[in-house]
């Protein structure tokens, strides 16, 4: 079954890179996001500084939308059926191929993201902390594929899922973005976290994407199975 | 003692507006039942 | 909602008997019986907050909102579990029998009221006592949380799609999102918070509280369970009516197109 989620997510990946969605889209709209952040909160670099790592999570989230919306859109439910042909029809499988699929596609933009807020508003980043920062950036990256594509499916192919998306996945994640956000800063040393604080923050992350990458291969079957 | 009365205001307003909207669902799901109670021949309504 | 034209059932003396039929609403003796039995325990309630018990030294007068605010969060608490089991069983059991998601359905829709008025109470209250009406604190975050995420859950009912399209989808919501209320609860505990700790569901049984108002709080939990039921009852029969409808709606609607093919295939002359 590993190995076949790991095909699914392989045509996924090698869809992505022919069509370019991801650098010509979904990118720009974070980097989009993120800029307009900065003329909201008045450009005040203190200000920046210290919700920074809340920001980067915040464009993180919406684009995450944009992915999943975008991915779904593009296959539709026979994108999913094919999926389940490749995966010889078991569900999980393509669930997970798809998660991870949708997962590895997001570390390039999280990524830089990151590396953005970090550059411009923070000074340095201890040993530890980087090592941190990408455990965070891992396990929130993962817990979010997997709440994105489980209700992505939910939610394909039927009218109104472009409002119905945001409005299910975003209170799903806020755990996330809590525990991303802790983890960050604690990571960069802003505000008054602590590097072991960081640490049970990912456990957190790690413990939210487990049961929602289990959970979500169990339930993907039932639902695309229309 | 005025201060006695603004809190009274917001006791008694909290509850109103609870009794208001509980009763509201009740008149509301009462009603429904009863417009649609007609449309259904009985033998099909589980509960009777 | 499709409703059938009412003159389809009953236009000479032989159809008067099929509206007498159905005449039959959702209440039945149990619901009747439950219904005096909640109007009374409010009635207790309302005696509770507004005679027995007296202003606490702390709070005030203000404690008399624990007698509707604890009971609120409790049904809230109640349904979503109920919705829970209910997706659950309609899930995991091999009939798939429609009247689960129906009880999962009704069973949220009461939930989100109910957090709703907690909401609202509570953030009365803390006009009272804090002097703010919200604080994003661990309870309250987390409990707008819940809320925003059951809405989401009936909003997943209302795509178009079958009965059992529903059921599935709403299903899986329902069981994920029936693990935000163990966060909620717990959640003054994570994060050291200004709500107050857990009163009654307090799991070290240490319970803080007079004995008047504990049991007012009680008879305010026991009022509202009476109410949750009451009201989970009929609005389940609502929705199997409803249902019921849809299908005739959609019945018809096939009939009609099948007639319409019938008569458009014969020739007709009148425009020649």
């Not at chain 1, 993201?113 to 340095?124: F, G, M, P, Q, S």
Request: glycine share 10%.
């Amino acid at each position: 079954m590993l190995r076949t989620a790991w095909l699914i997510a392989r045509k996924d990946l090698r869809g992505e890179v022919r069509s370019r969605g991801v650098t010509n889209q979904v990118l720009p709209f974070a980097g989009v996001t993120m800029i307009i952040f900065g003329f909201a909160l008045d450009a005040n670099t203190d200000v920046l500084e210290l919700v920074a790592p809340g920001l980067v999570w915040l464009a993180t989230m919406f684009s995450l939308l944009l992915l999943v919306q975008r991915t779904f859109d593009v296959e539709s439910a026979d994108g999913a059926l094919d999926a389940m042909r490749v995966a010889g029809g078991d569900a999980r499988a393509s669930f997970l191929g798809m998660a991870i699929g949708r997962a590895v596609q997001r570390f390039v933009p999280e990524s830089l993201l990151l590396l953005a807020a970090v550059v411009l508003y923070a000074e340095t980043i201890p040993l530890d902390g980087a090592v941190l920062l990408v455990t965070t950036l891992i396990s929130a990256t993962c817990g979010l594929t997997a709440v994105g594509t489980l209700y992505g499916g939910l939610a394909a192919g039927s009218k109104g899922r472009e409002t119905l998306l945001p409005l299910l996945t975003l209170p799903a994640v806020a755990p996330v973005l809590i525990g991303a956000t802790r983890a960050v800063e604690s990571a960069l040393g802003t505000g008054t976290a602590t590097s072991s604080d960081g640490w049970q923050w990912v456990g957190l992350l790690t413990v939210f994407a487990v049961a929602f990458g289990v959970g979500g291969a169990l339930a993907f079957g039932p639902l695309i199975d229309e | 003692m005025l201060a006695l009365f603004e809190d009274a205001g917001y006791i008694v307003g909290s509850y109103v507006i609870t009794f208001a909207a509980i009763g509201g669902l009740a008149w509301r799901l009462i009603s429904s039942g009863r417009k649609l109670g007609k449309q259904i021949p009985d033998d099909d309504k589980y509960w009777t | 909602m499709t409703t059938l034209d009412p003159a389809d059932t009953s236009s000479n003396d032989a159809g008067d008997d099929l509206v007498a039929e159905a005449r039959r609403t959702p209440a039945t003796k149990a619901t009747r019986t439950i219904g005096i039995l909640t109007a009374v325990a409010m009635a207790f309630t309302l005696l509770w907050a507004f005679v027995f018990t007296g202003p606490d030294v702390n709070q005030g007068e203000s404690v008399r909102l624990m007698l509707i605010h604890l009971p609120t969060i409790w049904v809230a608490y109640l349904s979503f579990t109920v919705t829970a089991l209910a997706s659950g069983t309609y899930l995991f059991t091999k009939k798939h029998s429609l009247g689960w998601d129906r009880l999962a359905g009704a069973s949220a829709e009461v939930g989100v009221i109910f957090v709703g008025l907690t909401l609202i109470v509570g953030a009365l209250w803390g006009r009272l006592t804090w002097g703010v009406f919200w604080q994003w604190d661990a309870r309250l975050t987390t409990t707008a949380l819940l809320f925003v995420t059951y809405i989401g859950y009936l909003a997943v009912r209302r795509l178009d799609g079958s009965h059992h399209q529903r059921a599935k989808r709403s299903g899986v919501i329902g069981l994920i999102a029936v693990l935000l209320i163990p966060l909620v609860h717990w959640s003054v505990r994570i994060w050291r918070s200004l709500h107050q700790e857990a009163t009654i569901l307090d799991t070290d049984l240490d319970a803080d509280i007079d004995g008047i108002l504990l049991t007012g709080v009680l008879v305010g939990v026991i009022a509202f369970s009476l109410l949750y039921v009451w009201l989970v009852l009929h609005r389940t029969r609502v929705m199997a009516m409803e249902d019921l409808l849809d299908d005739r709606g959609l019945d018809l609607a096939l009939a009609e197109r099948r007639a319409e093919a019938g008569t458009a295939a014969r020739p007709t002359g009148e425009d020649a």
